[in-house]
């Protein structure tokens, strides 16, 4: 894969310092492991900088130098292979919690974005006013269990609606009646001192892509979230769009092309309203399909042969594909992302989506450019993981001091200060 190179503007004192680190990290995610010269090379640092900046995410414990694969050389050798210091080998790890409806789910993500372990919680009929610190408990023992001795950055939480994360704050989530709701402190009081980050899923999930995903979605991409809210992100030159208030990405009364589904807001034809797992499962359950309105049961349905089950996930995948061909003429972007639990498990699905899209779209004709999650049924858990990893690539150094981890010193495990189970 051909990645492209971050920027890296040229500052002087500590700005320099953090560029430089930076860039040394996401040379080393993107194309290691590799020698501090191909460091250098790859990222158009000097040497001399890359062996700095090296030095200190050693001790940070965000690099590890491999056992060496040729002749010559001691620790500190140019040639020496570097890597992240994954989970494997007992490095740091980011915790990833997605507060959904009807279900939530957590995971352990090493610093390549990949799971370590993951667990999804099914909460039906729980009361949304007490589901944060429900879902803190069960996390809290979820990393017990799975922490294993590894060092823990912190806590990354995702939700959907209208989710401003400097505040970390639910600004508004339809679904669960939430309204200005500080989850990320309510999620760090159920985990002891444990630091939390939140932000809406459908920009942890963008920003997942454009960190651990396909290539192009450096570039350009939208993402679009189907589950029971419906929602969207953007991001450019890998920035994912926040807009004022961090409100950006609200499509869920989107009007698509051809459908006559009744919206609460008085309009018909929304996307959320026609396509959402709220929607497809009522739809499911009034046509006799399914017991429950559960989109669940409609995809095992449908993956067990059922017919109708099978109509009903294809219908909804065009109405989808109509409204990706409306971003796409809009936006034009790289690469959209579709997160919807269909066709992640099927890629039949996706092709339904495609086809929709690309019958519809004014400048689209290339059906690859949309796409499923890079991370499959994981998405969510290293999304939400990413909501912390991805600002430890950008900014490492001022990253680790707001995770308080341990005193820019050498990093221990015993420093982590996991509580027992
Ligand atoms: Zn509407």
Redesign the pocket.
Known sequence: MTFIPYATPRMAGDGRREANAAAVLRTVLDHGPLARSAIARHSGLSPAAVSRQATDLFRHGLLRELPELGEGGGVGRPQVPVDLHLGASHGPVAAGVHLGVPASSFGLVDLRGRVIARRTMNHVGADPRVLPAHVSRELDAFLAEHLDGRPLLGVGAAAGGWVDPDQGLVVRHDALGWFHRPLAAELARGLGRRRVRLDNHARAIAQSEILFGRPQARRSLVHLFIGNVVDAALGIAGVVHQGPGSAAGDV??LPVPDSTAV?????AG?L??TASNTAVGETAQRRGIVPEPDVSLVVDAAAAGDRRADRLLRERARAVGRAVALLLDVLNPDLVVVTEQSSILNPEYLEEIRGAAVDLSHVCDDPERIVSPHAGPATLPVAAGTVVLNPLFRRPLQTLQELSWPGGGALSTSQNADKPG
């Open positions: 869920a009364h919206c609460p807001c008085g309009r929304c959320e309203a």
